[in-house]
């Protein structure tokens, strides 16, 4: 299986969800996977602000 990121006018989304089902395709909108991400994400962060500082501070520093 393949992903594509297809941008199409809005009067041709019916056409091409018509042609979605008659192939047998499934279609999402970019909007639901982001939606659908940021659902996945744990609601309370695994690092405290000091800990993102200090990552970010030895990144910056190898380069």
């Known amino acids: 299986m393949e992903d594509f990121v297809l941008t199409i006018p809005t009067q041709d989304k019916a056409f091409v969800e018509t042609?979605?089902?008659r192939m047998g395709w499934t279609i999402r909108m970019r909007r639901s996977?982001?939606?659908?991400?940021?659902?996945?994400?744990p609601k309370t962060p695994?690092?405290?602000?000091?800990?993102?500082?200090?990552?970010?501070?030895?990144?910056?520093?190898?380069?």
């Open 19 to 21: 042609l979605v089902q």
């Open 46 to 63: 695994q690092m405290t602000d000091a800990e993102i500082q200090a990552e970010i501070n030895a990144v910056r520093k190898g380069l």
């Open 33 to 41: 996977s982001v939606d659908n991400f940021i659902k996945s994400c």
